[in-house]
């Protein structure tokens, strides 16, 4: 019988997104291109775009890690035949997600109808935190996700002309975002967005197995008398 345990802490460097390019010395980028764009007009469009749509970084934003461990029991049954059991666990802290940092307060408009001035409704981008800007896609690695599994494998060495494996896993996995490009639908509160992930899956079965078929067993034996 073998136990073994481990355990390790994790860091991923975020160098590419798809809002921004922050691998090179903030503030400076390592480029930037313009397609079909002229000096009065470097967008390219044809009309200006107003309000503006804008991409940002969170500037105390903390560096994505996790934390993984596991405990493994391996024995031996007889008959060139293994069995393992093991406990593994993954959890993972200041994971990346976007929120609308310019988003109106609660309240603002409570179902979709935003208050009156001389009895007209006003326009949402009248009354967002950023004059002059509609969405404001913040990277922030603020999200949380949480991995435990049961694991189990079966295996049988070659023997006889027979080896086979068989792998079952007993799994959940938690968080509250599932992708870095999710927005919160709350800018400031992604509480309430924790449950199952979407690539949650709690069961999964896998058996292989390799069977010599007795005619070519003697193989070899039929090549080399016909060399």
Do not use: H, M, W
């Given at each position: 019988t073998v136990v073994r345990?481990?355990?390790?802490?994790?860091?991923d460097h975020v160098g590419v997104s798809d809002g921004n390019f922050p691998g090179g010395t903030s503030p400076l980028q390592q480029q930037e291109s313009v397609s079909n764009g002229n000096v009065d007009n470097p967008g390219g469009t044809s009309l200006t775009l107003f309000p503006l749509y804008a991409f940002s970084y969170d500037k105390k934003n903390p560096t994505p890690e996790t934390f993984q461990w596991n405990v493994t029991v391996q024995r031996e049954l007889g008959f060139n035949t293994?069995?393992?059991i093991a406990y593994v666990g993954k959890r993972g802290v200041h994971l990346t997600e976007e929120r609308?940092?310019?988003?109106?307060?609660?309240?603002?408009?409570?179902?979709?109808?935003?208050?009156?001035?001389n009895g007209v409704a006003e326009n949402?981008?009248?009354l967002v935190p950023y004059l002059g800007?509609?969405?404001?896609?913040?990277?922030?690695?603020?999200a949380e996700s949480m991995f435990n599994s049961l694991q189990v494998q079966v295996s049988h060495r070659w023997s006889q002309g027979l080896?086979?494996?068989?792998?079952?896993?007993?799994?959940k996995s938690d968080d509250n975002a599932n992708n870095y490009e999710g927005v919160l639908p709350n800018a400031w509160d992604n509480s309430y967005m924790w449950g199952p992930s979407s690539f949650d899956r709690r069961h999964l079965a896998q058996m292989t197995a390799v069977y010599a078929l007795p005619f070519f067993k003697n193989g070899n034996k039929i090549g080399r008398a016909h060399v």
């Open positions: 345990a481990g355990f390790g802490r994790f860091f293994v069995a393992t609308n940092i310019n988003q109106l307060a609660v309240g603002t408009c409570p179902q979709a109808v935003c208050p009156k001035l949402e981008d009248y800007y509609s969405e404001i896609l913040q990277n922030i690695n603020l080896s086979f494996n068989f792998a079952y896993t007993y799994s």
